[in-house]
């Protein structure tokens, strides 16, 4: 699904697209007409290419510098999409067929308020905000929707699809090995079998 015509402007503040950027690009699959959630935006690059696939797009990101990367590319390249600001869920209203997520999940804490290291920074195994997007991101799905994610090996991989068995499948699309680590694409759907 890449397509090299778009192209990305990223500022110091805001996430660079990286390995994980790709791979969550490759494993995604927006319909025209289907309406998108991009949670952690960053400089836009996912939500820009499933706007040219014709899906609905909403972007956000905690951080507000990349809330405005995400809105300048996306005039760059002549697509629509809806930004906003918000902390995981926090300003996000509706339902949609496709999330996707690129969360911070390597294991540590922040030790300052750089934009840069919230990026990365999954908690102190990596698996916290992966968790916790995935405890509300089941409110926000349509019937029939699907979540991709970026899970890592050494961001307590497991530990985030052991907590999200009782709600949703799972399953690994993707995997890319690299010098210290592997990383994942993953497609969880709700069960229906859970309560919702």
């Known amino acids: 699904m ?13 996430y660079n697209p990286s390995d994980d950027s790709y791979l969550l690009l490759k494993a995604i699959d927006p319909k025209p ?4 959630l991009e949670m952690g935006s960053g400089s836009g690059l996912i939500s820009i290419h499933a706007a040219k696939a014709g ?10 510098y990349a809330v405005e990367c995400t809105r300048r590319n996306a005039a760059k390249n002549g697509v629509r999409i809806e930004t906003e600001k918000s902390d995981l869920f926090q300003n ?35 698996a916290e905000v ?5 405890q509300e991101a089941w409110k926000h799905l349509a019937p ?17 699809v052991r907590a999200a068995k009782e709600r ?15 990383i994942f ?11 919702r």
């Open 2 to 14: 890449l397509d090299k015509a778009i192209d990305i402007d990223v500022t110091d503040d805001v």
């Open 33 to 36: 007409g289907e309406l998108m």
């Open 55 to 64: 899906a609905k797009v909403t972007a956000v990101d905690i951080n507000p």
């Open 92 to 126: 996000v209203k509706g339902n949609f067929d496709l999330i996707v997520f690129n969360p911070p999940y390597l294991p540590d804490s922040p030790r300052t308020t750089s934009w840069i290291e919230k990026s990365w920074s999954g908690g102190e195994n990596g």
């Open 130 to 134: 992966a968790q916790k997007f995935l």
């Open 144 to 160: 029939g929707g699907r979540i991709y994610m970026i899970l890592s090996s050494v961001g307590g991989l497991m530990s985030v």
């Open 168 to 182: 949703y499948e799972s399953v690994m699309l993707e995997e890319q090995r690299m010098f210290f680590e592997s």
């Open 185 to 195: 694409a993953y497609r969880f759907k709700i069960r229906y079998s859970a309560n």
